[in-house]
């Protein structure tokens, strides 16, 4: 009876507007509020993660793999999120901050590309993947970004995430039906390359005993491709907004456009046969060598082991007496061959690491080495169109003929006159006049470089180059790069001939392009064998001749020096 009673008091006078005595109660029990218990408590929190435990381990697989996989993906997207959110915050501050003088803007600009590549070089390592292959990608535009970017993510060139053994015993089951251990006598669980997309091992054949490198594709990346190129997408989209003037779109278009046809090693299997195929007549000027593939999967290539040394290992070379020019000169054919020869392609990826080196102790095709390329994952074909225009380009750019180089330079590239000469100097890797003067034929200074560097640092001409290097098509992007590599390569080998050899052979392949574009027009225009065919046809085989005998001349020159003077 007491406990009613007293509830009874509480509420009356709040109901019946009491006086007397339960006046100063009544105004005591307004002010008076008893606390809530807290939503969230310690208790609670336990028991809803213990129910979600046992929720989760009475779960079937498919719902399980759907939790976590909505885990990683939250964690994937918070770590672009948050490190975009970071470069974009940073590079507003210092781009509209005022400064005294255009040197302590310069500064500033640095000390934030700095910053904000070590930003994303931290988020592309924590995800992994298709992030790590943007930022090799990154690493290799030398002639577009800043070096506080490209060296940051030089890292990434040999910092993989590598997939455990029992990831890779797992995927030769799932795609090949059969265990390791029966198709191989040996398999090496140490990967001796990681890479972005794969890794390779080496291994023994249990069939024939042949000693073998299996490529086998990151499982992880089947799960998570499409998101993080949908990611990369986003986060191009929005710098492109926020930063109109530096236009990077293209990178991301070129990423979803490539990474789905590099994660089918049946294309790679197609593009290393026909390469293959077509090198294999030409192994005096190139001394190329493409492993053979044995099996190929959609996840899994297996090919034979050919192991070597970098290009630029000199030690190397000068132990085993093999000729920097020499190699400098394969190096020229292969890619030269690549540009102008139709149907046969350009490597997409020609960067150091996929190119080796070794010694032969019987000589094959007059050289005592062979230059090993690899990964064939992707290919780009120029148009015929294209790789006339590319050769007139550079024809009229040896003759220092600026008129006919911007001429073709517009019809190849897809630029406008004023932005030529920012790319000549892009294509030549030279300064702006040396590209368009003679003075390309001599080898670029450490002066030259420096001013390269400096100009490139001014943020209105490193504009300008991301503007019209967005709208170029890919093929010449990648020609760029192409360029870009066998001119790194070809100073690192530290030739005794001049770079002048380099561009007389690729002299070789640009008039040999025009020769026949002109047989073709000669055939298609005039009367065969009338007197003028033959005038024509005699003409235009001079010109070839002329332009094919500059090398011959050349290397007489470069023999008769060393050996008589």
Not at 182 to 198: C, K, N, Q, T, Y
Not at 259 to 279: G, Q
Not at 548 to 555: I, S
């Amino acid at each position: 009876m007491v406990q009613p009673l007293l509830n009874l008091a509480r509420i009356a006078p709040l109901k019946l507007g009491a006086r007397g005595p339960f006046r100063s109660y009544s105004s005591s029990a307004k002010s008076f509020v008893r606390p809530k218990s807290p939503v969230i408590t310690t208790k609670r929190v336990l028991v809803v993660t213990a129910f979600a435990a046992a929720a989760y381990v009475y779960t079937d697989d498919t719902a399980k793999s759907a939790v976590r996989h909505l885990g990683v993906t939250s964690k994937r997207v918070g770590v672009v999120a948050q490190a975009t959110m970071r470069c974009v915050y940073n590079y507003q501050r210092t781009l509209s901050a005022n400064y005294s003088s255009e040197q302590e803007r310069s500064d500033a600009l640095k000390k934030c590309h700095q910053l904000c590549a070590k930003v994303t070089l931290r988020a592309l390592e924590t995800n992994g993947g298709v992030f790590i292959k943007l930022g090799q990608h990154i690493a290799a535009m030398t002639y577009l970004l800043p070096p506080e970017w490209t060296e940051t993510m030089v890292p990434l060139q040999d910092k993989c995430p590598q997939s455990t053994h029992q990831e890779i015993e797992d995927l030769f089951k799932q795609d090949l039906k059969i265990d390791i251990q029966d198709m191989f006598s040996d398999f090496d669980p140490e990967p001796i390359g990681v890479a972005s997309l794969a890794q390779v091992h080496v291994a023994t054949l249990r069939s024939t005993g042949e000693k073998v490198a299996v490529k086998c594709q990151h499982p992880s990346l089947k799960e998570f491709v499409p998101l993080d190129v949908l990611l990369t997408q986003t986060v191009f989209n929005v710098v492109d907004v926020l930063f109109p003037e530096y236009p990077l779109t293209w990178l991301a278009d070129e990423l979803q456009n490539s990474i789905y046809v590099e994660l089918d090693f049946t294309k790679e299997a197609e593009n290393a046969r026909r390469t293959a195929d077509y090198f294999s007549n030409y192994i005096s000027e190139t001394a190329l060598r493409i492993p053979k593939v044995i099996v190929a999967n959609k996840r899994i290539l297996i090919m034979e082991y050919i192991g070597g040394h970098r290009l630029d290992d000199l030690a190397y070379l000068d132990e085993n007496h093999i000729s920097r020019a020499q190699v400098s000169s394969c190096l020229s054919h292969i890619f030269n061959n690549m540009i102008f020869t139709p149907n046969v392609g350009i490597h997409c990826d020609p960067h150091g690491g996929n190119l080796a080196i070794r010694h032969l102790e019987k000589s094959r095709g007059h050289h005592n080495f062979e230059i090993i390329l690899y990964d064939h994952g992707l290919y780009r074909h120029p148009t015929t169109e294209m790789r006339r225009d590319y050769a007139k380009f550079w024809l009229a750019l040896l003759d220092n003929d600026v008129a006919n180089m911007k001429k073709y330079a517009m019809k190849f590239a897809n630029i406008n006159e004023d932005q030529f000469p920012l790319f000549a100097a892009a294509i030549t890797g030279r300064s702006i006049d040396a590209a368009q003067s003679s003075d390309i034929l001599k080898p670029r200074s450490d002066e030259e470089i420096r001013v390269m560097a400096d100009a490139l640092m001014e943020g209105s001409l490193l504009g300008d180059l991301m503007t019209f290097l967005c709208k170029v098509p890919r093929v010449v992007l990648l020609i760029l790069k192409t360029n870009d590599l066998t001119r790194h390569l070809d100073e690192c080998l530290q030739s005794p001939l001049s770079v002048e050899r380099t561009f007389l052979i690729m002299t070789q392949y640009c008039a040999r392009t025009v020769y026949e574009e002109v047989r073709q027009n000669i055939n298609e225009q005039y009367q065969k064998w009338s007197l003028t065919w033959i005038f024509k046809e005699i003409t235009a085989w001079w010109e070839y001749e002329r332009r094919k005998n500059q090398l011959v001349l050349y290397d007489l020159g470069f023999w008769f020096k060393n050996r008589f003077l």
